[in-house]
């Protein structure tokens, strides 16, 4: 195992309600990637957390924003939910300045209704 | 046209098949390149880097071929255990801000079959 996790591991919410997710990292590592991986497609980048900020943020509206905390763990929030935002939520963990290895953990599945 | 692109799938074999995967990717600046393994309901689980020179690791072989932006994977003697989706990642890196971003294919699937 990565020593990544999740919580909660499912998850369903009606259209217009938030959600909060939450990832700690694996130990001593200090940034976090957030990624959306609806079905049948791979994860897509929403953003990356370092030094408790927003480093980096991928093809996603600003109702999706994020917490990181001094002990590295994040949070993802994600306000007015829309059906399309139904999918598996996974944050990976990895060192500032080694991005190329990141560790998954195993995810929040998210359904909208 | 899409960063990283897969074969579209599913690949039903048999055990003891070979079966290649193909991915191609548009942005000539990407640096490094990976075969992740995705086992239904799970994570993306790191297989193996994906160098010019070619990596092999026992029954799988990947390739990158830089000029034609082109990545493969080879399994060999296909096993029961193999069933999984093969995501092609391409990773860049941000000069600006430093973050590496990991671009995922959609995902081939292979199926093998007893």
């Known amino acids: 195992e990565t020593g990544v996790t999740q919580s909660p591991t499912h998850l369903i919410k009606t259209r217009g309600q938030q959600v909060t997710l939450r990832c700690s990292s694996q130990s001593g590592h200090n940034t976090v990637s957030w990624y959306q991986q609806a079905l049948g497609q791979g994860p897509q980048f929403i953003f990356q957390?370092?030094?408790?900020?927003e480093n980096g943020r991928g093809n996603f509206p600003p109702r999706f924003s994020g917490l990181q905390f001094p002990n590295y763990s994040s949070e993802l929030n994600v306000n007015a939910l829309e059906l399309d935002d139904s999918a598996l939520y996974l944050c990976a963990s990895s060192l500032w300045g080694q991005g190329e290895t990141q560790y998954f953990g195993p995810g929040t599945r998210l359904l909208v209704l | 046209r899409k960063e990283v692109e897969q074969d579209p799938g599913p690949f039903n074999v048999p055990e003891g098949a070979t079966v290649a995967f193909n991915c191609t990717y548009s942005n000539s600046a990407s640096q490094s390149f990976f075969w992740y393994r995705q086992d239904c309901r799970k994570e993306p689980k790191l297989l193996m880097s994906v160098y010019s020179s070619g990596n092999e690791d026992g029954r799988f072989t990947a390739q990158l071929n830089r000029a034609s932006q082109y990545i493969s994977l080879l399994i060999r003697d296909s096993k029961l255990s193999d069933s999984a989706t093969y995501l092609c990642?391409?990773?860049?890196?941000?000069?600006?801000?430093?973050?590496?971003?990991?671009?995922f294919g959609k995902g081939t699937m292979l199926l093998v079959s007893p």
């Open positions: 990642v391409v990773i860049s890196l941000s000069m600006n801000s430093g973050y590496s971003t990991l671009t």
């Open positions: 957390y370092y030094r408790e900020e």
